[in-house]
Structure formats: structure tokens, C-alpha cells
């Protein structure tokens, strides 16, 4: 399967139980939920935008495909984490001041954000209830290790914050940082479906580490895409990372890399007002020209092998393992 085939098998498979959680929030909070997750307008009638990209409910599903269970053990463990997932998006769109995504309004942008920030914790305080319906031991445990990650991700958010206030950020405070924000959970949902299956812990461990380490490069890619993706493709304006004056991982290479790029990166990024396109395209000509793309794209193929080797171990299927394999590529080869 390719990988959008895979993401698309779990789909079918998590979705329903996802619009089912979802649809028991009330109407006040179930309508931007159901925004965001692009099953809905605004006004309520139903939408043809679409939801994201699945990836953590598809490593849910694969990972108890991957202890020898059906993927059906996994959904609510992939229904929670996706939950998880969407509860940041929304604020963190808030947070940044970002006003499109997917390819249209944010939820505060059309919603405002009040009701932003309350169907963000609807979302937030649903995963929970979805994973603890039926409080099994192996419930219980997929739980503890979902909050886990979800102080690591809210960590990894804060530090991101704290970034504004520091005229340089190092290449591994940048890694660290994101490690948090993205890895903690990406390595919950690699790993929550063999934690429901009962797997054993060594091999928990193990497909946690490859989620950590595919988290690495997918925000490898994410920071790649911030500043050269294609709007059209990532539903975001162009140099958007750049707008807001993120210092992600490209820029934490320049910022920090003793060139005469560091000096006129950071003039750009000090300048008072907002920036305007041509300060945008200059940073990340700038960018560019000092390596600082290179850089990101190494780590990222760097992190998908750090990733798969952490699969070495496992006695997985070898039609699962394929699959795991395929979509952890085809997560670092995507253009959105």
C-alpha cells in the first residue's frame, strides 16, 4: 500500500468512532469541533474541505496490527490521540495568530475565540473519556501513557513560546523543543495500539522510540514546509513561519551558525512592525543560501532511519512492517 492508501484504511476504520465521540459534545461545542475536523461549514451544513492527514490514528492501528492484533483494539486509543492532536491545533492557531488552515478559516478566525479556546478543551477532555469508557487495565495504561504525552506536548508548546523572548535559539534547544511538541505524542500513537493489544513493555518501548523519532522528522519536514511550501498544497500562506518570526529549525541553524547569514537573519527578525513579503523572501533566501534548509532535510532523513532502525528488534508481520515502513517514508517525502 502507498502511503496515502494506509492512511486511508485507517481512516475508514477510526472515523466512525471519532464522529460518534464527537457528535455526543453539545451543540455549542460540537459545531466548531466539527468545523475543524472538516466534516462541517460554519453554519453547519456538511463540508467537502476534509479532515487532516490521519497519520496518528494510522500509527495507532498499525502498531496493534503490529503485535499480531486486528486494528479494531486500536481505535479508541486512535480516537483519543487524534483528539489530542486536534485540541492543540486549535490553540495553538490562537497562540500563533494564524488565521487559515487547511485551506480555510481557523476555528477563533470564524468562531472567535472564546469558542475556540472551550471546544479546543471539549476536545481535550473527550480523548479521555473515550479512552476510559471501559476502564480496563489495558485502558487504564494506554490513558496514563496518553496524559504522559500530553505534558510533553503542552512542555514542548510552552519552550516554543518561550522562544519569542530569546534572540537565538540553539539547533538543540530547537530539537528539544520539538521533541516535546511533536514527539511525545506521535510516540503514544505509535505505541498505544500495542499498549491496548497488552504487548509486552520492551515492545511498547520500542515502537514508542520509532514515533519519537518519526515525530523529529516529520517537524523536520512541518519546518521545511513553513517557510518553502506550496500554499496550495499546505493550506497556509507562503513563509508563514517566517511571518511570525518562529524560530524553527532552518532558522536555528542560521541563527547559530556564525555566518554572515546569522547577522542578516537576525536584523530581519529584530526589525519593529510586521514583515512585510520582501522581508519573508529575503530571510529565506537567506535561509537557504546558509544551509539552513540542508540542514533541516538531513535531520529529517537522519531522524526516518533513526525511526526504522528502532523497528530492527520487533517481530512484526511482515505486511504490518511494510506498511509502517512505507508511511513513516512517505511522511518525510510529503509536500504538505
Same mark, same amino acid.
Given at each position: 500500500m502507498?502511503?496515502?492508501?494506509i492512511?486511508?484504511?485507517?481512516r475508514?476504520?477510526?472515523?466512525p468512532?471519532?464522529?460518534?465521540?464527537?457528535?455526543?459534545?453539545?451543540?455549542?461545542?460540537?459545531l466548531?469541533a466539527r468545523?475543524?475536523?472538516?466534516?462541517?461549514?460554519?453554519?453547519?451544513?456538511?463540508?467537502?474541505?476534509?479532515?487532516?492527514?490521519?497519520?496518528?490514528?494510522?500509527?495507532?492501528?498499525l502498531?496493534?496490527?503490529?503485535?499480531?492484533?486486528?486494528?479494531e483494539?486500536a481505535?479508541?486509543?486512535?480516537?483519543?490521540?487524534?483528539?489530542?492532536?486536534n485540541f492543540?491545533?486549535i490553540?495553538?492557531?490562537?497562540?500563533?495568530?494564524d488565521?487559515e488552515r487547511?485551506?480555510?478559516?481557523?476555528?477563533?478566525?470564524?468562531?472567535?475565540?472564546?469558542?475556540?479556546?472551550?471546544s479546543?478543551?471539549?476536545?481535550?477532555?473527550?480523548?479521555?473519556?473515550v479512552?476510559?469508557?471501559?476502564?480496563?487495565p489495558?485502558?487504564v495504561?494506554a490513558?496514563?501513557?496518553?496524559a504522559?504525552a500530553?505534558?510533553?506536548?503542552l512542555?514542548?508548546q510552552?519552550?516554543?513560546m518561550?522562544?519569542?523572548?530569546?534572540?537565538?535559539?540553539?539547533?538543540?534547544?530547537?530539537?528539544?523543543?520539538?521533541?516535546?511538541?511533536t514527539?511525545?505524542?506521535?510516540?503514544? %500513537?505509535?505505541?498505544?495500539?500495542?499498549?491496548l493489544?497488552? /504487548? #509486552?513493555?520492551?515492545?511498547?518501548? +520500542? !515502537?514508542? &522510540?520509532? *514515533?519519537?523519532?518519526?515525530?523529529?522528522?516529520f517537524q523536520a519536514?512541518?519546518?521545511?514546509?513553513?517557510?518553502w511550501?506550496?500554499?496550495a498544497?499546505?493550506?497556509?500562506a507562503?513563509?508563514?513561519?517566517?511571518r511570525?518570526?518562529?524560530k524553527?529549525?532552518?532558522?536555528?541553524?542560521?541563527?547559530?551558525?556564525?555566518?554572515?547569514?546569522a547577522?542578516?537573519?537576525?536584523?530581519?527578525?529584530d526589525?519593529?512592525?510586521?514583515l512585510?513579503?520582501?522581508d519573508?523572501?529575503?530571510a529565506?533566501?537567506?535561509?537557504?543560501? %546558509?544551509?539552513?534548509r540542508?540542514r533541516?532535510?538531513?535531520e /529529517? #532523513?537522519?531522524?526516518?532511519?533513526s +525511526? !526504522?532502525? &528502532?523497528? *530492527?528488534a520487533l517481530?512484526?508481520?511482515?505486511e504490518v512492517d511494510?506498511?509502517?515502513?512505507?508511511?513513516?517514508?512517505?511522511?518525510v517525502e510529503?509536500?504538505?
Open positions: 502507498s502511503g496515502p492508501e492512511l486511508e484504511r485507517a475508514r476504520l477510526v472515523e468512532a471519532m464522529v460518534a465521540a464527537v457528535d455526543g459534545l453539545c451543540g455549542e461545542l460540537g466548531p468545523y475543524h475536523l472538516g466534516w462541517a461549514e460554519a453554519d453547519g451544513s456538511p463540508s467537502t474541505v476534509g479532515a487532516g492527514k490521519g497519520l496518528r490514528p494510522a500509527l495507532a492501528v502498531s496493534a496490527e503490529a503485535v499480531g492484533s486486528p486494528g483494539v481505535v479508541p486509543g486512535a480516537v483519543a490521540v487524534e483528539l489530542v492532536h492543540s491545533l490553540h495553538d492557531d490562537i497562540i500563533d495568530g488565521l487547511r485551506h480555510r478559516a481557523t476555528v477563533w478566525a470564524a468562531f472567535g475565540t472564546d469558542d475556540a479556546i472551550i479546543g478543551d471539549a476536545l481535550h477532555n473527550l480523548a479521555f473519556q479512552l476510559l469508557g471501559e476502564p480496563t489495558e485502558r495504561a490513558t496514563a501513557r496518553l504522559r500530553t505534558s510533553a506536548m512542555a514542548g510552552a519552550a516554543d518561550a522562544f519569542d523572548d530569546l534572540p537565538v535559539v540553539s539547533l538543540d534547544d530547537c530539537l528539544a523543543m520539538e521533541a516535546d511538541k514527539g511525545a505524542l506521535l510516540g503514544c %500513537a505509535a505505541s498505544i495500539g500495542a499498549v493489544a497488552g /504487548a #509486552a513493555q520492551t515492545t511498547v518501548d +520500542a !515502537l514508542d &522510540s520509532f *514515533g519519537r523519532e518519526l515525530g523529529l522528522a519536514v512541518d519546518d521545511v514546509l513553513g517557510i511550501g506550496d500554499p498544497m499546505t493550506g497556509k507562503a513563509g508563514n513561519d517566517l511570525e518570526r518562529k524553527s529549525m532552518p532558522v536555528a541553524v542560521v541563527l547559530t551558525g556564525g555566518s554572515g547569514g547577522e542578516d537573519l537576525a536584523a530581519i527578525y526589525q519593529p512592525g510586521d512585510s513579503d520582501g519573508v523572501a529575503r529565506a533566501g537567506i535561509i537557504e543560501a %546558509a544551509g539552513g540542508e533541516t532535510d538531513f /529529517a #532523513a537522519s531522524r526516518l532511519e +525511526a !526504522l532502525a &528502532s523497528l *530492527g517481530e512484526i508481520p511482515a511494510a506498511e509502517i515502513r512505507g508511511l513513516a517514508r512517505f511522511v510529503r509536500s504538505f
